[in-house]
Protein backbone atom coordinates (compact mmCIF):
# COMPACT_ATOMS: atom_id res chain seq x y z
CA UNK A 1 0.00 0.00 0.00
CA UNK A 2 1.51 3.29 -0.91
CA UNK A 3 0.97 6.25 0.98
CA UNK A 4 0.18 9.68 -0.16
CA UNK A 5 2.74 12.65 1.07
CA UNK A 6 0.34 15.47 2.68
CA UNK A 7 0.44 18.61 1.70
CA UNK A 8 2.85 19.68 3.60
CA UNK A 9 5.41 17.94 1.69
CA UNK A 10 4.92 20.49 -1.53
CA UNK A 11 5.37 23.01 0.19
CA UNK A 12 9.10 23.55 -0.33
CA UNK A 13 8.42 23.63 -3.90
CA UNK A 14 6.25 26.76 -3.36
CA UNK A 15 9.05 27.91 -1.60
CA UNK A 16 11.28 27.84 -3.59
CA UNK A 17 9.43 29.64 -6.59
CA UNK A 18 8.91 32.60 -3.84
CA UNK A 19 12.51 32.56 -3.32
CA UNK A 20 13.20 32.65 -6.88
CA UNK A 21 10.98 35.55 -7.77
CA UNK A 22 12.88 37.14 -4.66
CA UNK A 23 16.07 36.95 -6.57
CA UNK A 24 14.67 39.02 -9.33
CA UNK A 25 13.24 41.69 -7.28
CA UNK A 26 10.01 41.38 -7.90
CA UNK A 27 6.49 40.03 -6.93
CA UNK A 28 4.74 37.70 -9.14
CA UNK A 29 2.51 40.31 -10.22
CA UNK A 30 5.05 42.67 -11.16
CA UNK A 31 7.01 39.98 -13.36
CA UNK A 32 3.30 39.64 -15.20
CA UNK A 33 2.87 43.38 -15.72
CA UNK A 34 6.52 44.43 -16.57
CA UNK A 35 9.27 42.55 -18.78
CA UNK A 36 12.05 40.98 -16.76
CA UNK A 37 14.93 43.49 -15.78
CA UNK A 38 18.04 43.16 -17.20
CA UNK A 39 20.79 42.28 -14.92
CA UNK A 40 23.13 45.77 -13.82
CA UNK A 41 26.62 45.75 -12.81
CA UNK A 42 27.33 47.00 -9.57
CA UNK A 43 29.26 49.57 -11.56
CA UNK A 44 26.48 51.14 -13.21
CA UNK A 45 24.11 50.84 -9.94
CA UNK A 46 26.36 53.00 -8.71
CA UNK A 47 26.33 55.31 -11.82
CA UNK A 48 22.79 55.43 -11.88
CA UNK A 49 22.35 56.15 -8.60
CA UNK A 50 24.99 59.21 -8.68
CA UNK A 51 22.78 60.88 -11.02
CA UNK A 52 19.45 59.76 -9.45
CA UNK A 53 19.45 60.40 -5.89
CA UNK A 54 17.52 62.96 -4.84
CA UNK A 55 19.88 63.76 -1.96
CA UNK A 56 22.59 64.79 -4.12
CA UNK A 57 20.41 67.73 -5.17
CA UNK A 58 20.42 69.07 -1.72
CA UNK A 59 23.92 69.30 -1.52
CA UNK A 60 24.26 70.59 -4.80
CA UNK A 61 21.91 73.73 -4.15
CA UNK A 62 23.62 73.97 -1.09
CA UNK A 63 26.84 74.43 -3.22
CA UNK A 64 24.34 77.27 -5.13
CA UNK A 65 24.06 79.13 -1.67
CA UNK A 66 27.21 79.31 -0.93
CA UNK A 67 28.43 80.56 -4.25
CA UNK A 68 25.46 83.39 -4.43
CA UNK A 69 26.59 84.17 -0.81
CA UNK A 70 30.21 84.69 -2.61
CA UNK A 71 28.74 87.11 -4.95
CA UNK A 72 26.94 88.76 -1.90
CA UNK A 73 29.85 89.20 0.20
CA UNK A 74 32.52 90.45 -2.43
CA UNK A 75 30.13 93.73 -3.44
CA UNK A 76 30.30 97.00 -1.20
CA UNK A 77 27.08 98.15 0.62
CA UNK A 78 24.77 100.09 -1.19
CA UNK A 79 25.01 103.95 -1.05
CA UNK A 80 22.31 105.79 0.40
CA UNK A 81 19.99 108.65 -0.71
CA UNK A 82 18.41 110.65 1.76
CA UNK A 83 15.91 113.03 0.88
CA UNK A 84 14.42 116.51 3.78
CA UNK A 85 11.43 118.34 2.01
CA UNK A 86 9.67 121.03 4.03
CA UNK A 87 8.39 124.91 4.19
CA UNK A 88 10.78 127.73 5.12
CA UNK A 89 9.87 130.89 6.50
CA UNK A 90 11.21 134.07 6.94
CA UNK A 91 10.12 137.01 8.76
CA UNK A 92 12.51 140.04 9.24
CA UNK A 93 10.18 143.76 10.75
CA UNK A 94 7.79 143.99 8.12
CA UNK A 95 8.85 141.56 5.06
CA UNK A 96 8.06 137.83 5.36
CA UNK A 97 8.91 135.53 3.28
CA UNK A 98 7.66 131.93 2.70
CA UNK A 99 8.66 128.82 0.37
CA UNK A 100 9.90 125.28 0.06
CA UNK A 101 13.34 123.87 1.89
CA UNK A 102 14.76 121.00 0.26
CA UNK A 103 18.26 119.05 1.13
CA UNK A 104 19.63 116.05 -1.20
CA UNK A 105 22.33 113.70 -0.04
CA UNK A 106 23.70 110.82 -1.59
CA UNK A 107 26.09 108.73 0.68
CA UNK A 108 28.58 106.05 0.23
CA UNK A 109 29.08 103.59 3.62
CA UNK A 110 32.93 102.79 3.12
CA UNK A 111 33.75 100.24 5.23
CA UNK A 112 37.24 99.54 6.97
CA UNK A 113 40.31 98.42 4.72
CA UNK A 114 40.37 94.48 4.82
CA UNK A 115 36.74 94.06 5.92
CA UNK A 116 35.61 93.14 2.21
CA UNK A 117 38.71 90.65 1.90
CA UNK A 118 37.85 89.07 5.24
CA UNK A 119 33.94 88.44 4.05
CA UNK A 120 35.16 86.95 0.41
CA UNK A 121 37.79 84.39 2.48
CA UNK A 122 34.82 83.06 4.79
CA UNK A 123 32.08 82.78 2.04
CA UNK A 124 35.12 80.74 0.16
CA UNK A 125 35.48 78.20 2.92
CA UNK A 126 31.58 78.04 2.62
CA UNK A 127 31.71 77.25 -0.64
CA UNK A 128 34.53 74.94 0.17
CA UNK A 129 32.63 73.42 3.16
CA UNK A 130 29.48 72.65 0.77
CA UNK A 131 31.67 70.78 -1.85
CA UNK A 132 33.15 68.95 0.81
CA UNK A 133 29.59 67.34 1.65
CA UNK A 134 28.69 67.12 -1.54
CA UNK A 135 32.24 64.72 -2.33
CA UNK A 136 31.50 62.78 0.91
CA UNK A 137 28.01 62.15 0.04
CA UNK A 138 28.60 60.98 -2.89
CA UNK A 139 31.79 58.85 -1.63
CA UNK A 140 29.04 57.43 1.11
CA UNK A 141 26.76 56.36 -1.81
CA UNK A 142 29.00 54.69 -3.60
CA UNK A 143 30.11 52.65 -0.85
CA UNK A 144 26.63 52.01 0.24
CA UNK A 145 25.45 50.49 -3.06
CA UNK A 146 28.37 48.46 -3.06
CA UNK A 147 27.77 46.87 -0.06
CA UNK A 148 24.13 46.47 -1.02
CA UNK A 149 24.23 44.74 -3.88
CA UNK A 150 27.37 42.49 -2.56
CA UNK A 151 24.89 41.59 0.60
CA UNK A 152 22.22 40.98 -1.98
CA UNK A 153 24.04 38.62 -3.77
CA UNK A 154 25.23 36.82 -0.88
CA UNK A 155 21.86 36.36 0.20
CA UNK A 156 20.55 35.36 -2.78
CA UNK A 157 23.18 32.66 -3.05
CA UNK A 158 22.26 31.87 1.13
CA UNK A 159 18.55 31.16 -0.31
CA UNK A 160 19.52 29.31 -3.36
CA UNK A 161 21.36 27.09 -0.80
CA UNK A 162 18.28 26.61 1.03
CA UNK A 163 15.87 26.01 -1.24
CA UNK A 164 18.32 23.18 -2.86
CA UNK A 165 18.66 21.82 0.83
CA UNK A 166 14.65 21.77 1.32
CA UNK A 167 13.92 20.45 -1.87
CA UNK A 168 16.24 17.08 -0.82
CA UNK A 169 14.38 16.67 2.19
CA UNK A 170 11.21 17.02 0.36
CA UNK A 171 12.00 14.27 -2.36
CA UNK A 172 13.90 12.05 0.82
CA UNK A 173 10.28 12.20 3.15
CA UNK A 174 8.60 11.51 0.24
CA UNK A 175 10.27 8.21 -0.75
CA UNK A 176 10.67 7.06 2.96
CA UNK A 177 6.67 7.37 3.27
CA UNK A 178 6.34 5.34 -0.15
CA UNK A 179 8.45 2.67 1.40
CA UNK A 180 6.50 -0.42 3.42
CA UNK A 181 6.37 0.37 6.45
CA UNK A 182 8.49 -1.44 8.27
CA UNK A 183 8.29 -0.13 12.05
CA UNK A 184 8.63 3.16 13.61
CA UNK A 185 11.99 3.88 12.55
CA UNK A 186 10.82 5.02 9.43
CA UNK A 187 7.76 6.85 10.39
CA UNK A 188 10.74 8.98 13.13
CA UNK A 189 12.76 9.37 10.08
CA UNK A 190 10.20 11.02 8.12
CA UNK A 191 9.31 13.67 10.71
CA UNK A 192 12.84 14.03 11.80
CA UNK A 193 13.69 15.08 8.20
CA UNK A 194 10.08 17.10 8.13
CA UNK A 195 11.14 19.19 11.30
CA UNK A 196 14.66 19.69 9.67
CA UNK A 197 13.01 20.76 6.59
CA UNK A 198 10.49 23.63 8.84
CA UNK A 199 14.55 24.92 9.67
CA UNK A 200 15.65 24.99 6.60
CA UNK A 201 12.66 26.87 5.25
CA UNK A 202 12.83 29.54 8.27
CA UNK A 203 16.38 29.81 7.15
CA UNK A 204 15.29 30.11 3.22
CA UNK A 205 12.84 32.96 4.48
CA UNK A 206 15.31 34.94 6.59
CA UNK A 207 17.44 35.70 3.48
CA UNK A 208 14.37 36.44 1.14
CA UNK A 209 13.79 38.85 3.86
CA UNK A 210 16.75 40.45 3.67
CA UNK A 211 17.24 40.05 0.30
CA UNK A 212 13.82 42.32 -0.33
CA UNK A 213 15.12 44.83 2.52
CA UNK A 214 18.73 45.79 0.24
CA UNK A 215 16.36 45.38 -3.04
CA UNK A 216 14.23 48.40 -0.91
CA UNK A 217 17.46 50.48 0.16
CA UNK A 218 18.89 50.05 -3.63
CA UNK A 219 15.28 51.48 -5.23
CA UNK A 220 15.32 54.29 -2.53
CA UNK A 221 19.10 55.15 -2.84
CA UNK A 222 18.34 54.85 -6.66
CA UNK A 223 15.63 57.72 -6.80
CA UNK A 224 12.61 55.07 -7.79
CA UNK A 225 9.87 53.70 -6.08
CA UNK A 226 10.53 50.73 -3.60
CA UNK A 227 8.17 48.05 -5.62
CA UNK A 228 10.54 48.87 -9.02
CA UNK A 229 12.08 45.54 -10.26
CA UNK A 230 15.88 45.47 -10.02
CA UNK A 231 18.02 42.55 -10.45
CA UNK A 232 22.23 42.69 -9.69
CA UNK A 233 24.49 41.04 -11.38
CA UNK A 234 27.11 39.58 -8.72
CA UNK A 235 30.62 41.23 -8.51
CA UNK A 236 33.55 39.91 -6.45
CA UNK A 237 36.25 43.05 -5.73
CA UNK A 238 39.87 42.08 -5.83
CA UNK A 239 40.97 42.98 -2.00
CA UNK A 240 43.64 45.32 -1.65
CA UNK A 241 46.73 44.68 -0.17
CA UNK A 242 46.66 45.84 3.75
CA UNK A 243 49.08 48.84 3.83
CA UNK A 244 50.87 49.51 7.39
CA UNK A 245 48.94 51.17 9.69
CA UNK A 246 51.10 54.18 10.15
CA UNK A 247 50.78 54.75 6.16
CA UNK A 248 47.34 54.72 6.41
CA UNK A 249 47.04 57.04 9.64
CA UNK A 250 49.16 60.08 7.54
CA UNK A 251 46.56 59.22 4.80
CA UNK A 252 43.73 59.42 6.98
CA UNK A 253 45.01 63.01 8.73
CA UNK A 254 45.05 64.74 5.01
CA UNK A 255 42.31 63.37 3.00
CA UNK A 256 39.63 61.73 5.51
CA UNK A 257 36.54 64.19 4.83
CA UNK A 258 35.39 64.72 8.39
CA UNK A 259 38.79 66.10 9.48
CA UNK A 260 39.38 68.34 5.87
CA UNK A 261 35.62 69.51 6.66
CA UNK A 262 36.95 70.29 10.46
CA UNK A 263 40.05 72.47 9.50
CA UNK A 264 37.56 74.01 6.86
CA UNK A 265 35.60 75.01 9.73
CA UNK A 266 38.20 75.76 11.96
CA UNK A 267 39.54 78.50 9.39
CA UNK A 268 36.28 79.88 8.54
CA UNK A 269 36.61 80.67 12.32
CA UNK A 270 39.68 82.26 12.36
CA UNK A 271 38.70 84.84 9.71
CA UNK A 272 35.61 85.60 11.48
CA UNK A 273 37.91 86.46 14.67
CA UNK A 274 39.89 88.62 12.31
CA UNK A 275 36.64 90.48 10.76
CA UNK A 276 34.99 91.08 14.48
CA UNK A 277 38.10 92.60 15.28
CA UNK A 278 38.09 94.43 12.15
CA UNK A 279 34.19 95.12 12.70
CA UNK A 280 35.61 97.20 16.62
CA UNK A 281 36.60 100.16 13.50
CA UNK A 282 33.54 102.44 12.45
CA UNK A 283 32.06 102.29 9.11
CA UNK A 284 31.87 105.88 7.70
CA UNK A 285 29.20 107.40 5.86
CA UNK A 286 30.60 110.17 3.22
CA UNK A 287 29.08 112.03 0.44
CA UNK A 288 27.66 115.14 -1.43
CA UNK A 289 24.98 116.91 0.24
CA UNK A 290 22.76 120.12 -1.36
CA UNK A 291 20.05 121.76 0.26
CA UNK A 292 18.07 124.51 -1.18
CA UNK A 293 15.37 127.06 0.10
CA UNK A 294 13.63 129.51 -1.29
CA UNK A 295 11.24 132.09 0.52
CA UNK A 296 11.88 135.82 -1.22
CA UNK A 297 15.21 134.47 -1.43
CA UNK A 298 16.95 131.34 -3.27
CA UNK A 299 19.88 130.26 -1.06
CA UNK A 300 21.37 127.16 -2.14
CA UNK A 301 24.30 125.03 -0.32
CA UNK A 302 26.55 122.22 -1.29
CA UNK A 303 28.55 120.24 1.00
CA UNK A 304 30.00 117.21 2.09
CA UNK A 305 28.13 115.22 4.33
CA UNK A 306 30.06 112.43 7.51
CA UNK A 307 28.17 110.01 9.50
CA UNK A 308 29.85 108.13 12.05
CA UNK A 309 28.91 105.88 14.99
CA UNK A 310 30.01 106.30 17.88
CA UNK A 311 30.95 103.32 19.74
CA UNK A 312 29.52 104.05 23.05
CA UNK A 313 27.49 101.55 24.20
CA UNK A 314 29.00 98.73 21.57
CA UNK A 315 32.13 98.43 21.26
CA UNK A 316 32.56 94.86 19.64
CA UNK A 317 34.81 93.47 22.06
CA UNK A 318 31.62 90.90 23.01
CA UNK A 319 31.58 90.25 19.23
CA UNK A 320 35.52 89.04 19.30
CA UNK A 321 35.50 87.46 22.81
CA UNK A 322 32.25 85.08 21.18
CA UNK A 323 34.81 84.57 18.34
CA UNK A 324 37.52 83.72 19.89
CA UNK A 325 35.65 81.57 21.72
CA UNK A 326 34.00 79.67 18.46
CA UNK A 327 37.72 79.18 17.33
CA UNK A 328 38.80 77.16 20.36
CA UNK A 329 35.56 75.11 20.19
CA UNK A 330 36.51 74.35 16.17
CA UNK A 331 39.77 73.69 17.63
CA UNK A 332 39.31 71.36 20.30
CA UNK A 333 36.47 69.55 17.41
CA UNK A 334 39.65 69.27 15.47
CA UNK A 335 41.82 67.51 17.76
CA UNK A 336 38.69 65.08 19.02
CA UNK A 337 37.55 64.40 15.29
CA UNK A 338 41.51 63.47 14.74
CA UNK A 339 41.68 61.09 17.64
CA UNK A 340 38.35 59.16 16.54
CA UNK A 341 39.71 58.87 12.74
CA UNK A 342 42.81 57.65 14.45
CA UNK A 343 40.88 55.30 16.45
CA UNK A 344 38.26 54.40 13.52
CA UNK A 345 40.96 53.52 11.33
CA UNK A 346 43.15 51.41 13.20
CA UNK A 347 39.56 49.37 14.37
CA UNK A 348 38.81 48.40 10.15
CA UNK A 349 42.52 47.77 9.97
CA UNK A 350 42.27 44.77 12.63
CA UNK A 351 38.95 43.75 11.08
CA UNK A 352 39.89 43.45 7.86
CA UNK A 353 43.18 41.64 8.74
CA UNK A 354 41.55 39.44 10.43
CA UNK A 355 39.01 38.45 8.17
CA UNK A 356 41.26 38.54 5.70
CA UNK A 357 43.65 36.00 7.49
CA UNK A 358 40.25 33.70 7.48
CA UNK A 359 39.72 34.02 4.13
CA UNK A 360 43.03 33.04 3.17
CA UNK A 361 43.06 30.30 5.08
CA UNK A 362 39.70 29.08 3.36
CA UNK A 363 40.59 27.19 0.15
CA UNK A 364 39.03 29.06 -2.82
CA UNK A 365 36.44 26.39 -3.69
CA UNK A 366 35.77 25.54 -0.32
CA UNK A 367 31.96 26.24 -1.21
CA UNK A 368 32.09 23.69 -3.58
CA UNK A 369 33.43 21.03 -1.92
CA UNK A 370 30.74 21.53 0.85
CA UNK A 371 28.15 21.75 -1.45
CA UNK A 372 29.52 18.37 -3.28
CA UNK A 373 29.71 16.86 0.09
CA UNK A 374 26.32 17.70 0.56
CA UNK A 375 24.94 16.16 -2.66
CA UNK A 376 27.11 12.83 -1.83
CA UNK A 377 25.68 12.27 1.51
CA UNK A 378 21.91 12.85 -0.25
CA UNK A 379 22.87 10.33 -2.23
CA UNK A 380 24.21 7.89 0.04
CA UNK A 381 21.81 8.02 2.48
CA UNK A 382 18.77 7.19 -0.40
CA UNK A 383 21.24 3.83 -0.70
CA UNK A 384 21.13 3.16 2.88
CA UNK A 385 24.93 3.90 3.31
CA UNK A 386 24.30 6.96 5.68
CA UNK A 387 23.16 7.10 8.64
CA UNK A 388 19.95 9.95 9.38
CA UNK A 389 22.03 11.63 11.75
CA UNK A 390 25.22 12.18 9.41
CA UNK A 391 23.07 13.04 6.50
CA UNK A 392 21.06 15.97 8.52
CA UNK A 393 24.50 17.40 9.72
CA UNK A 394 26.27 17.29 6.79
CA UNK A 395 23.11 19.40 5.16
CA UNK A 396 23.17 21.99 7.88
CA UNK A 397 26.83 22.05 7.76
CA UNK A 398 26.45 22.95 4.15
CA UNK A 399 23.98 25.66 4.96
CA UNK A 400 26.29 26.91 8.04
CA UNK A 401 29.68 27.21 5.83
CA UNK A 402 27.73 28.92 2.49
CA UNK A 403 26.02 31.57 5.12
CA UNK A 404 29.47 31.54 7.05
CA UNK A 405 31.72 31.96 4.18
CA UNK A 406 29.56 34.61 2.48
CA UNK A 407 29.31 36.72 5.42
CA UNK A 408 32.66 36.77 5.91
CA UNK A 409 33.41 38.07 2.50
CA UNK A 410 30.83 40.29 2.79
CA UNK A 411 32.40 41.77 6.39
CA UNK A 412 36.10 42.21 4.49
CA UNK A 413 33.89 44.23 1.87
CA UNK A 414 32.41 46.56 4.60
CA UNK A 415 35.18 47.11 6.37
CA UNK A 416 37.35 47.44 3.35
CA UNK A 417 34.99 50.23 2.27
CA UNK A 418 34.99 51.75 5.88
CA UNK A 419 38.96 51.87 5.60
CA UNK A 420 38.22 53.61 2.30
CA UNK A 421 35.71 55.88 3.33
CA UNK A 422 38.09 56.79 6.51
CA UNK A 423 41.44 57.40 4.61
CA UNK A 424 39.73 59.22 1.89
CA UNK A 425 41.48 57.86 -0.83
CA UNK A 426 40.29 54.55 -3.45
CA UNK A 427 40.90 51.17 -2.15
CA UNK A 428 39.02 48.65 -3.55
CA UNK A 429 38.75 47.33 -8.00
CA UNK A 430 36.63 45.00 -9.13
CA UNK A 431 38.54 42.22 -11.48
Do not use: C
Amino acid sequence: MTAKPSPIFSFPHLWRKFVLVSLVGASATIAQAEPKPVPLTIESLIEQTLARNPEIKYYQAEIAVAKAGRVTAGKPANPELSLDLGQKRVGNGNARGEGIAYAVTLAQPIEWAGRLGLRKAIADRDIALAELGLKRFRAFLSARVKVLAYALATQQENAAAAAEVADRFTSVKEVIVQREPGGVAPMLEAKIIEAAEVTIQRRAGTAAVEMQKALLELNQLMGRRADSPLQVRRTEFAMPKLAALLSLLNDAASNNYDLRVRRAELEKQGLKVSLAQNERYPTFTVGPSVSQARAGDTETVIGLSLSVPLPLWDNGQAAVNASQARRMQAEASLQATLREVERQVTEAWLLLGTQQKRLDGWKADAHNTFADAANLADRHYRLGAVPLSTYLEMQDKYLEATEAINATRLEVLRAALDLEQLVGTPALSNK
